[in-house]
């Protein structure tokens, strides 16, 4: 299948490189990249076979809200967008009701899985319609853990537009509670004066455990990049999504106070010394290869968490 792929950053490029190892052609375009194919989002859009399939993953925000705004002046009737990127569940929604009026379809993509999915695939999670969503399949089939086509786990059509970001949000809301659980626990067991041997108790916890994920395992190759954290700065950024899952809970009136805890504990980190944020910001280091902010730094708020 033939797809144009904007953006050729740390996912965009892992992805293309996905999708041609599985006999796909990818077209790719990023204007900041070497890696890219074409000149301009126009000679992106000549280059591709109606009805075109695109992919938008450059960072949310202005950055996605130009390209979905360019494109809906440059694509032809039946041409299908996915936007992968981080962006606001409601403007996936506002967004595929104006692709629709022009006749084009647009699949809003989840997607998790950050540097690792290259090697493990992607975890995605997507909004449309069904004719769109099927229309894109193929390429979400390849993108996504071997067998997740069959299985339904590791990938899905959860719902209308705007239920694919929806869907993102809550699960990196999750990710929020669960990083800052991993992140308490090890601060307790080094600070606690009876001696625990701390990487001894994680590699415990790896196998047999109930709490075994993989989001322990990257803790656990985070401390061995940087033993005792020593020399990482305790600051870690909220980079929007544990943000609006609090906010939509609270318009929703579902209680959340694990995320909405983790998410301040983020705010408070960006004001005092915190060893568990120093965890949270090897963990952000080791899944979705975040910069790391050294001890020696001023303090910077990183954006974007890319689970």
């Known amino acids: 299948m033939q797809l144009g792929m904007i953006g050729l950053g740390r996912m965009g490029a892992n992805m293309a490189e996905r999708l041609r190892a599985a006999g796909h052609e990818v077209i790719g375009f990023d204007p900041f990249s070497d890696e890219s194919d074409v000149e301009s989002l126009e000679a992106l859009v000549a280059a591709l076979a109606t009805p075109r ?17 360019d494109l809906v002046e440059l694509l032809e009737e039946g041409d299908v967008l996915v936007e992968g990127g981080n962006s606001r569940f409601t403007d996936s929604v506002v967004r595929a009701e104006r692709y629709a009026e022009a006749g084009l379809g647009y699949v809003d993509a989840g997607v998790s899985g950050g540097i690792w999915g290259l090697e493990r695939g992607y975890a995605l999670m997507v909004g449309g319609d069904d004719e769109h969503v099927q229309r894109v399949w193929p390429l979400l089939v390849s993108l ?71 989001l322990l395992d990257l803790l656990v190759r985070g401390l061995d990049a940087h033993p005792g954290f020593e020399d990482l700065d305790d600051v870690a950024s909220d980079s929007g999504e544990g943000r609006w899952t609090v906010e939509t809970a609270v318009a929703t009136g579902v209680p959340v ?6 998410l301040f504990a983020r705010f408070e980190s960006q004001h005092e010394e915190s060893l568990a944020m120093k965890a949270v910001a090897a963990l952000r280091e080791q899944f979705g290869g975040h910069a790391v902010v050294r001890a020696e730094d001023p303090r910077e708020t990183p954006a974007g968490e890319g689970g």
């Open 53 to 69: 399939t695109l992919w938008s993953m450059v960072p949310a925000g202005a950055p996605t809200t130009q390209t979905v705004n």
């Open 257 to 262: 106070p694990a995320i909405a805890a983790a």
């Open 144 to 214: 996504a853990p071997e067998g997740a086509g069959d299985t339904g786990k590791g990938l899905a059509h959860v719902g209308p537009a705007g239920a694919g970001h929806f869907t993102k949000m809550v699960h990196n809301g999750v990710e929020y509670a669960l990083m800052q659980a991993f992140a308490e626990g090890y601060e307790l067991m080094a600070r606690h004066p009876i001696g625990v041997d701390v990487p001894a108790a994680l590699g415990a916890w790896q196998e047999g455990s109930v709490i075994q994920s993989w």
